[in-house]
């Protein structure tokens, strides 16, 4: 089985490089060859388009930014689809929008290639370890198909049901995430202003029904200043913005994630695209005439 | 040394037995003798008022339902304060307003006794195995000579600073659990609305930064219909106006947790001031005109 991998960012390098290591026969594309150099003296072959990296293997996968980016590769006039052949098989695991998803699995369908959403969290360590939650949408058939693949890449991986569920379930982890993470940066404003040590607060809330991942992992980096992304705020924005998207085609009203989404802007507003998710504090902070944290000596 | 203790409900009741099991003289007062019962019969005395625990004991315990009751328990016409004598000690554990637990430790000063606030996270279950988490304002000294005493009643037990520390630690532990409440409310009506089985949804969510108490408790309970408390709305929202209440007098705009406000005010209008905190869902199921899941059978 001939691999197809499009996007060498720092997450799709890093999933790319187990197949290598694998042993798979892998080409790549990327829009800047430089960032695949990597991956190609681990003895990955270059393809100059997605067309040609479809034309030469038998299953693509792709990571990439915006859905602009996953149309354009698929159904562009260089796109994957231009030159798949039936018997194919495609797999986005770009956080992308979940409409997108289900007209890329129709015009798959049209051509005979099975199409699969993938799109994953664990962020570019889970990635690095390949212990990534993938989320599958799309043909049961399909889907086991390329399991042994994402079996590679990550270690939940679940089909989650049609074409577009994969990316339901990554928005779904999306809105779990920014109530929490709104509400964080409130508590630690709240206790600075109230007098409190913030590191002494964490012993007493972390182990009980306040506990989370980011009270456990972004609240001590906000204390020392670092907004250094993990995961970009800019990123984190278009995930809200198709959450929101599909919530207005759903007909549902959601007031947190709208506000998360709201505050988040005002990071924009501040500075803070390239930072990580936790760089949510600065939003706080200009809501409250509060100077930025400055990053620990 | 002789203990008294004050408030004989849920929590209290434990937390009290724990003392009695460990050998200690205890004096109990309830506003309802009947819940102090099971304590009667198990050699506790019975007082027939606050002032009468006080004036039997040295060192005396309360948690009872909101800062008024506190109040009256304390410094009212058949209050400890009437009654105690200097030297003593009085640890109250209510969740109540940090401006009240400084006041009492003021009054305490006057008259000689040692005044410390220490609220309790962990609920009925950390209560009933001593695992609570217990934040306390105050002075060294007294913390210091009641420390054994609460090492009975829980396992995280943190000196958060002066009067009032361990009222605010208690807020920001709230104040961390109401984004996290609401977004898993959305995230799981998203979920639903987009097609998803949210049991299996959970499966790939679990696992990551989406991760949290909330996710791992109330969202199966949600999912069972299962709305009984734990944790009562109505003291939840208790909880959250006496957070946004200090959060005005410092000047904090908190938008997250007055929305989280209001939408818990909308659980009470649909019904559910004696439900547990994640009867959330209700508010977003209304806000939304679906009709509440039914328990399950």
């Known amino acids: 089985m001939r691999i197809g991998w499009i996007g060498t960012g720092v997450m799709g390098r890093s999933m790319c490089g187990h197949l290598l290591a694998a042993g798979y026969a892998v080409t790549v594309f990327n829009r800047t060859k430089a960032s695949a150099q990597h991956l190609i003296e681990k003895n990955a072959a270059w393809a100059d388009s997605p067309a040609e990296v479809a034309e030469r293997t038998d299953v693509v ?152 991942w980011s ?23 278009k995930d809200m913005g198709l959450a929101l998207a599909e919530a207005e085609r759903l007909k549902l009203s959601l007031p947190g994630l709208a506000l998360a989404k709201q505050l988040y802007e005002s990071v924009l507003a501040n500075g803070g695209a390239r930072k990580g998710t936790q760089a949510l504090i600065l939003a706080l902070e200009a809501l409250n005439g509060i100077k930025p944290t400055p990053p620990a000596a």
Do not use: W
Request: proline share 6%; glycine share 12%.
């Open 61 to 212: 996968f792709s990571i990439v930014g915006y859905p602009a980016d996953v149309e354009e590769i698929y159904l562009g006039p260089k796109g994957v689809f231009a030159a798949f052949r039936p018997g194919c098989t495609a797999v986005d695991m770009t956080t992308s929008s979940p409409s997108l998803a289900r007209r890329l699995a129709e015009e798959g369908q049209a051509c005979g290639v099975g199409v699969l959403d993938a799109p994953v969290s664990g962020g570019d360590i889970g990635a690095r370890n390949a212990t990534l939650s993938i989320m599958v949408g799309g043909e049961p058939e399909t889907f086991k198909q390329v399991r042994p693949l994402l079996d590679r890449l990550g270690k939940t991986v679940v089909l989650q049901g049609p074409a577009g569920s994969g990316q339901h379930t990554k928005l779904v982890n999306q809105i779990l995430i920014t109530g929490t993470m709104v509400s964080l940066c409130e508590a630690l404003l709240y206790a600075k202003s109230a007098g409190l040590d913030p590191r002494v607060v964490l012993q007493s809330v972390s182990g009980g029904a306040a506990a989370s």
């Open 215 to 237: 009270l456990q992992n972004m609240y001590p980096r906000i204390l020392d200043g670092n907004l250094e992304p993990g995961f970009y705020v800019e990123h984190f924005i």
